[in-house]
């Protein structure tokens, strides 16, 4: 089982719509997750990042966190164009010290 | 500020040369990674300095891989020899506070081994 799993896609949206992207994690001790950006053949770009139970809203943008479950997400409202992009999910866990990423997924948002 | 700076951006060698690859963190950032990123296996974790001292080279692959980093604003990753399973895209990604913090990467050194 991977550490961080994620629904490799690819997610179609229609451009307005709300693009719902999900990631599991299997370590419990997983104390924070990160939502990256990456745009093709570019590296990838920090969108927002939550460590508390619940949503976390940053303009378009909102990471919701259910530890129990052990799942995060990250709801894109009124999906643009420009938000074509393959979007990374990682989690921190501080007893190995690291970031462990998923393999992704790709959005595409269509006119 | 400069972002997190990478050399080469394209390298193309042949099986069983040596390959360096560097990086220059963000200024005032104490903490660097390298990872590699492959279609298959996605973004792994290769190796970690906080304060110029590796704190994590689990992900290293094998003992043909070794990073340096002599001083705050200069990493090497090398590869001796390399093989064309190594070709991947390498990023290099500084923070300020270690791997909890935000970790901005540079722009990546495509290697393709023939």
């Known amino acids: 089982q991977k550490e961080v799993e994620q629904n490799s896609g690819p997610l179609s949206v229609p451009e307005g719509a709300i693009a719902s992207l999900n990631c599991t994690y299997s370590?419990?001790?997983?104390?924070?997750f990160f939502w990256y950006r990456q745009y093709s053949g570019k590296s990838p770009e920090l969108i927002m990042f939550?460590?508390?139970?619940g949503d976390k809203e940053d303009g378009r943008f909102t990471a919701q966190l259910n530890k129990a479950s052990q799942y995060v997400s990250l709801l894109i409202r009124d999906s643009q164009p420009s938000d074509s992009a393959t979007y990374l999910c990682?989690?921190?866990?501080?007893?190995?010290?690291?970031?462990?990423f998923g393999t992704g997924t790709r959005l595409q948002v269509t006119l | 500020d400069a972002g997190v700076i990478q050399s080469p951006r394209h390298e193309v060698t042949e099986m069983g040369q040596e390959v360096t690859l560097r990086c220059k963190p963000i200024?005032?950032?104490?903490?660097l990674f390298w990872y590699r990123q492959t279609m298959m296996r996605g973004l792994e974790l290769l190796i970690y300095?906080?304060?110029?001292?590796?704190?994590?080279d689990s992900g290293m692959p094998e003992d043909r891989f070794s990073a340096k980093m002599p001083n705050a604003s200069f990493s090497t990753l090398k590869i001796q020899p390399s093989e064309p399973r190594d070709s991947a895209v390498y990023f290099c990604?500084?923070?300020?506070?270690?791997?909890?913090?935000?970790?901005?990467f540079g722009p990546g050194t495509r290697l393709t081994v023939l």
């Open positions: 370590d419990r001790g997983s104390q924070s």
């Open positions: 939550i460590y508390s139970n």
């Open positions: 990604a500084s923070s300020y506070g270690g791997a909890s913090d935000t970790q901005y």
């Open positions: 990682a989690a921190f866990t501080g007893t190995a010290s690291k970031l462990t």
């Open positions: 200024s005032g950032h104490n903490s």
């Open positions: 300095f906080n304060n110029n001292v590796p704190i994590d």
